[in-house]
């Protein structure tokens, strides 16, 4: 692997086959993540995410350091990640949504992902006929690529129609709650805000609701605990559909602030405050060592 500051993305990191997660992609078993720490360990030196930024922001770094970052808040991190990660003596950071972690509303992917499960993404279909939704699509790539307020709500109320009461509020038990953000806080990890309700705030669609979100977010999450989060992590992120005005926009609503992203590329200078980072994809850790080799050689 070549030299400089690899931040690895994942999302939850659990035993639990769960419904309302199973379709959003980026969850591990906690074995794999364990093997991946394995080989990765043995690959760079490990590192907690404010160490990595400290030696990028002093680079060039002549080393391979490797850093952890899980995003959405699921609680399976705190259960099985943070074990492992201790074991390795390393902490890691967590991107946290104020809408699911203080039980306002569910991420509207989770509902998406739960309707599908109780296939009743035929009625959505139907729904989204007036949206432009034709025959053959794919739902969950239709509502991302085509995102509107007015589309989450026809989720919201299909979902509304299947769960509620006590089960709906059961359901937010996939996401950690303040006094665990708070533990992983006092065992020194980087809490940071991931937007309040992880809409694509970066792409064409929203991005109007790019200040309003990560201001929501600090705002409610500062309510309650410590939070004040020099980093912006932006959600979804695809590459290929970010706003030709993400940048100016981020820059001259949070012009101290970091912005944080899922771009694979590898992290050699903090100049631009851009944080890159690699999302995993379904591999043992002996291939996830190549991958990242592949990558950081073509960075």
């Known amino acids: 692997m070549n030299n400089g500051w690899y931040v690895l993305n994942y999302h939850d990191i659990s035993w639990e ?7 959003i992609g980026g969850s591990f078993p906690p ?10 360990s043995k690959a760079g030196t490990l590192v907690s995410v404010q160490e990595g930024i400290e030696a990028t922001k002093n680079g060039p770094v002549n080393d391979v350091l490797i850093s952890f970052w899980f995003d959405d808040g699921f609680k399976g991190v705190r259960k099985y990640a943070k074990p492992i990660l201790d074991h390795h003596n390393v902490t890691a950071a967590m991107s946290i949504n104020s809408s699911f972690l203080l039980r306002k509303d569910m991420f509207w992917r989770c509902k998406l992902s739960f309707l599908d499960y109780l296939d009743q993404t035929r009625i959505l279909r139907s729904r989204l006929k007036k949206y432009g939704f034709k025959f053959g699509e794919q739902v969950r790539l239709f509502t991302l690529d085509n995102f509107s307020l007015e589309i989450v709500e026809e989720i919201n109320q299909l979902y509304a129609t299947y769960v509620s009461g006590e089960f709906a509020h059961d359901a937010f038990r996939i996401f950690d709650t303040l ?21 694509p705030i970066g792409e064409a669609s929203s991005i109007g609701l790019l200040q309003t979100e990560f201001e929501t977010c600090e705002q409610e ?4 605990m410590r939070f004040s989060s020099e980093y912006c992590v932006l959600p979804f992120d695809r590459v290929s559909k970010r706003s030709p005005d993400l940048f100016k926009t981020f820059a001259e609503a949070f012009p101290e602030k970091y912005l944080v992203l899922v771009s694979e590329t590898l992290n050699k200078s903090l100049d631009d405050k851009l944080i890159h980072r690699f999302g995993p994809p379904q591999m043992d850790g002996k291939d996830l060592v190549k991958y990242l080799s592949y990558l950081g050689s073509n960075a």
């Open 17 to 23: 086959e769960n419904p309302f997660i199973s379709r």
């Open 179 to 199: 006094s665990g953000m708070q533990m992983l806080q006092e065992s020194g990890w980087l809490i940071t805000n991931h937007s309040a309700n992880h809409y």
């Open 31 to 40: 074995d794999v993540f364990a093997e991946h720490l394995e080989h990765l």
């Open 221 to 224: 999450v500062s309510e309650h």
